[in-house]
């Protein structure tokens, strides 16, 4: 079982449609990821919270809004997407300890699908 | 920016049999650190091994051990007594650090599509 726990497993939904892509994790862990992975390719960091904060942001569209309401929620707010915004989307945390490589731990994901 | 190279599109083995997967990097920062990770037909991220950079010793877990080349850049992964389960993709990723953040941000190879024959 995964300790990184994913909602919903499978998404469909429209262009118009607004969703809500679910993380959570009770390691206690204080860094929160959001990846985007393609079909055959590994996954694209979107973006980083530590201690509920984001820090890092790789250059995503707006229609992509990232939140995290406390240190065990992760949620990812989907709005307007385009077909090629199809995707396996992964959550992962890890601890923070400076530079001492913590590792990543995965969720399942969220297979998505703009119709 | 931090590289990662997987040379290795598919690979084959047999069950039993010893497999090498092959990672190189290209970085001008001193102190990282690689990791490899499978993720099964099941979707999940999962760690397979840690290699600190600082540390000559090669790391190992079970049936796995890497063989870590600093000079060279490389970053290979083999996989002794394969199993069935072992069937996979394995991503070869690199750390780098954020400055302004207190951790670390994963760069992916392409990944090596290993499957195992009965």
């Known amino acids: 079982d995964t300790e990184v726990t994913q909602t919903p497993k499978h998404l469909v939904m429209g262009m118009t449609n607004k969703k809500s892509l679910k993380c959570e994790q009770h390691?206690?862990?204080?860094?929160m990821y959001w990846y985007k992975q393609k079909a055959k390719k590994p996954p694209e960091l979107m973006f980083v919270y530590s201690y509920e904060k984001l820090s890092i942001n790789e250059s995503v569209p707006s229609r992509f809004s990232p939140e995290c309401p406390n240190s065990s929620l992760l949620n990812l707010h989907l709005h307007a997407l385009q077909p090629e915004d199809s995707a396996l989307y992964l959550c992962?945390?890890?601890?923070?300890?400076?530079?001492?490589?913590?590792?990543?731990?995965f969720g399942d994901g969220t297979r998505l699908s703009i119709l | 920016a931090q590289t990662v190279t997987q040379s290795q599109p598919e690979m084959s083995v047999q069950e039993a049999e010893t497999v090498t997967l092959s990672c190189t990097y290209d970085t001008s920062e001193n102190n990282y650190y690689l990791f490899w990770y499978k993720q099964p037909p099941s979707r999940q991220m999962i760690l397979v091994i840690r290699q600190e950079a600082y540390k000559q010793q090669n790391a190992t877990e079970n049936r796995f051990s890497v063989n870590f080349q600093k000079a060279a850049k490389s970053f290979s992964l083999k996989i002794s007594d394969s199993q069935l389960g072992d069937t996979a993709m394995y991503f070869c990723a690199f750390m780098s650090f954020n400055t302004n953040f207190g951790n670390e941000k994963l760069t992916f190879g392409t990944g090596t599509r290993l499957t195992i024959i009965p």
């Open positions: 390691m206690g862990h204080r860094a």
């Open positions: 992962a945390s890890s601890q923070v300890r400076g530079r001492s490589g913590q590792p990543q731990h």
